[in-house]
Structures are given as C-alpha cells and as structure tokens.
C-alpha cells in the first residue's frame, strides 16, 4: 500500500480509504469483516460523515455507530487508523436533509455527535461536507478554532468546495484547508475533459467545477476521490456492469496484465494522475477491498491512463 502526503503537510496516509458511507446497512459482525479487511489491505484511513446510514431504528448516523461498535469488536484500535468525518448538512426530525448549515453552532455540535456514536474522543480531520450558501467564513473560523484548542479535531478540509469557494474560506480560517473531496473515477472524469476542451463549444468545454484540479494541484489540496466505481450519482457500478462493455473489456485487459482485479485497475487509473489523489473506496464487500486495495501498487503507463478514459466514453479533440 502507497502513502500520499496530506495537502502541504508532512502527514502521510495510504493513498486508498475505507469510506463507511454504506456500513449503516451492514449488520456488526459484517462491519468488523469490512475493517479488517481494510486494514489487513494496509488502508489507515476512514471516512464518514455525520449523515450517513438511515437505519429505521438508528436514524442519521447509523454507519458511525457501527463503525463504533466494530472498532471495539474488531481487535483493532484507534490508533490503527486516521478518522476523518464530515458535518454541516442538517437533517430534521423524519431524517430528511432540509438544510446545509455550516453556523458555528451547527458544527460544534456535529462534532459532538460524531465522537458520541464513534466512541472516540478525537477526530484527525473534520470537513465540511458541501458548501453552504448561507456559510459565514468567520462562523466556521471560529468553530475551527474552538474545535482544535479542544482537542477535537486535528485537521481541517471540504468536501465539493469549488476554487472561488475554497479562497473564500481559506480567507477566514486559521488552520489551512488540506482537502477537498470531488467525485471522480472513470465513470465520472468531468474535472480532467474540461481541461482537456478548453476554448471549445462542446460537451466537455463546459466548465463544471472552476477548474478545481488544477486550483488544488496549485494549491496543495488532497482531492479525495469519492465513488470511485460509480457512474452518474450512486446510479451504480460501471465494474462488470453489462452497460459498459468497452470500459470492462479494456479493464478486465489490464487487470490480467498487472494480475488483479477490476476494481484495481479503475484505481490505479485515478492514482496515475500526477495530483496525487487518494482514492475514498466504498465496498463493504472484504474481497473487494482487498482487490481494490492492490491498486495503489500498480503504476499504468500514460497509453493505458488513455486507453482506459477512451473506453470509458471520452474522446480526444
Ligand atoms: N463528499 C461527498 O459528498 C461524498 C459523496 C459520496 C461518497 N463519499 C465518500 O466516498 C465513499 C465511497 O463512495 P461509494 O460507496 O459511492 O463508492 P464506490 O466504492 O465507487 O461504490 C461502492 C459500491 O460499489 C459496489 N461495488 C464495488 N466494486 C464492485 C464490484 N466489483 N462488483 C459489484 N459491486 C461493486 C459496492 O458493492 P459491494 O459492497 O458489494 O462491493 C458498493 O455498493 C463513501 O463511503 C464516502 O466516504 C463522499
């Protein structure tokens, strides 16, 4: 397993995460399968966030209360992993999300809650989970602020922030901002094909995002990869997936070359952008994160990095 270093610090973490988006369904005993497996893969990251899971009887939240229960069961410990979470969507009282809140109060107490249903009494990075247009700077400044001279939270970053809005809150807060997430894969490539039409009047010309790989690139912001097998949003895996015969020729090609699976390759292709960005996997499957883990030690050369964006639907003016 690779490491990548976290935006402009010296602080390393492997380069693939277990996302736990999706443990809130799983039952204990298959949560526990799913952390071993990541670590056992040599994966020392987690990433949650405050919403996730929706169990009928747990409400929001439900993936960080087994993630809780699994940790204590799994043999493993704290420090066998870095824990980043993510707040500022609210959600009322029949568990829908009717708001982003990203007020100082609002974040303080989504902090609170992770900790509560993690079991733990610290958070290696905390972001914001998507950005609110109702957001004051100096709110969420001050609730940096509160949140680290508490011991609470070590590390700060957002999550689907767009250049103009990072500057923004980088303006305000203290702490320097060493994350954005972004979905990004081969079933999502929109940040690379608007680099690569610029000043055309096509599909991919259309500017998206702000630019945001190359801001981040510039900038020293990890992009965390998130849904990294997906196509559209949540609609479903391109992996084996029937609707993509050429991407799963191509990656099936590969896989038999490098000698792993699918899974590896799609993300080997994400790792091979010179950004250096960290992939956020979100199988709860042991077997496919075992898979998906051996990506990081597989280098594509540049012909196989185009072979595959090919195949996945793109062209090249
Ligand atoms: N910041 C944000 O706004 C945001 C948004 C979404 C997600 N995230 C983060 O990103 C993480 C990953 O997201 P994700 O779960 O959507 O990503 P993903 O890893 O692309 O998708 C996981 C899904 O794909 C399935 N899958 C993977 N490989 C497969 C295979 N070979 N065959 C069949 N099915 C396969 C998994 O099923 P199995 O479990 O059966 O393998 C699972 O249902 C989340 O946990 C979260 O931490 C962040």
Same mark, same amino acid.
């Given at each position: 397993?690779?490491?990548?270093?976290?935006?402009?610090?010296?602080?390393?973490?492997?380069?693939?995460?277990?996302? %736990?988006? =999706?443990?809130?369904? @799983?039952?204990? *005993?298959?949560?526990? $399968? #799913?952390?071993?497996?990541?670590?056992? !893969?040599?994966?020392?990251?987690?990433?949650?966030?405050?919403?996730?899971?929706?169990?009928?009887?747990?409400?929001?939240?439900?993936?960080?209360?087994?993630?809780?229960?699994?940790?204590?069961?799994?043999?493993?410990?704290?420090?066998?992993?870095?824990?980043?979470?993510?707040?500022?969507?609210?959600?009322?009282?029949?568990?829908?999300?009717?708001?982003?809140?990203?007020?100082?109060?609002?974040?303080?107490?989504?902090?609170?809650?992770?900790?509560?249903?993690?079991?733990?009494?610290?958070?290696?990075?905390?972001? %914001?989970? =998507?950005?609110?247009? @109702?957001?004051? *700077?100096?709110?969420? $400044? #001050?609730?940096?602020?509160?949140?680290? !001279?508490?011991?609470?939270?070590?590390?700060?970053?957002?999550?689907?922030?767009?250049?103009?809005?990072?500057?923004?809150?980088?303006?305000?807060?203290?702490?320097?901002?060493?994350?954005?997430?972004?979905?990004?894969?081969?079933?999502?490539?929109?940040?690379?094909?608007?680099?690569?039409?610029?000043?055309?009047?096509?599909?991919?010309?259309?500017?998206?995002?702000?630019?945001?790989?190359?801001?981040?690139?510039?900038?020293?912001?990890?992009?965390?990869?998130?849904?990294?097998?997906?196509?559209?949003?949540?609609?479903?895996?391109?992996?084996?997936?029937?609707?993509? *015969?050429?991407?799963?020729?191509?990656?099936?090609?590969?896989?038999?070359?490098?000698?792993?699976?699918?899974?590896?390759?799609?993300?080997?292709?994400?790792?091979?952008?010179?950004?250096?960005?960290?992939?956020?996997?979100?199988?709860?499957?042991?077997?496919?994160?075992?898979?998906?883990?051996?990506?990081?030690?597989?280098?594509?050369?540049?012909?196989?990095?185009?072979?595959?964006?090919?195949?996945?639907?793109?062209?090249?003016?």
């Amino acid at each position: 397993m690779q490491t990548v270093k976290i935006g402009n610090t010296n602080w390393q973490t492997s380069n693939i995460a277990l996302g %736990i988006m =999706r443990m809130g369904t @799983l039952s204990v *005993p298959q949560s526990v $399968a #799913a952390l071993q497996a990541a670590h056992e !893969a040599g994966i020392n990251l987690i990433d949650s966030a405050d919403i996730y899971g929706n169990d009928p009887e747990l409400g929001r939240g439900s993936s960080e209360i087994h993630f809780g229960q699994a940790l204590k069961q799994s043999g493993l410990s704290r420090d066998d992993f870095y824990i980043q979470s993510k707040g500022g969507l609210y959600a009322n009282a029949a568990n829908q999300i009717t708001r982003y809140d990203s007020s100082k109060e609002h974040l303080i107490a989504a902090v609170d809650g992770i900790l509560r249903r993690t079991g733990i009494d610290y958070l290696d990075s905390f972001l %914001i989970h =998507r950005p609110d247009p @109702l957001m004051e *700077p100096e709110e969420i $400044a #001050a609730a940096f602020d509160e949140l680290q !001279a508490s011991g609470k939270v070590r590390h700060f970053g957002v999550s689907n922030f767009n250049p103009q809005q990072l500057e923004l809150l980088q303006s305000a807060v203290s702490q320097r901002l060493l994350v954005d997430q972004l979905q990004f894969g081969l079933g999502h490539t929109g940040m690379v094909d608007f680099g690569l039409h610029t000043n055309m009047t096509d599909q991919g010309s259309v500017d998206h995002d702000g630019g945001l790989l190359e801001y981040c690139r510039l900038h020293q912001l990890t992009i965390q990869t998130w849904s990294p097998f997906q196509y559209g949003t949540f609609a479903g895996t391109f992996i084996g997936n029937p609707q993509f *015969p050429e991407l799963n020729r191509e990656l099936a090609k590969l896989a038999e070359k490098y000698q792993v699976s699918k899974n590896a390759i799609a993300v080997a292709w994400i790792l091979r952008h010179p950004a250096h960005m960290q992939v956020l996997i979100g199988t709860m499957t042991p077997a496919h994160i075992l898979d998906s883990a051996a990506g990081s030690d597989v280098t594509l050369t540049k012909q196989e990095w185009y072979d595959l964006y090919l195949a996945a639907g793109n062209e090249l003016p």
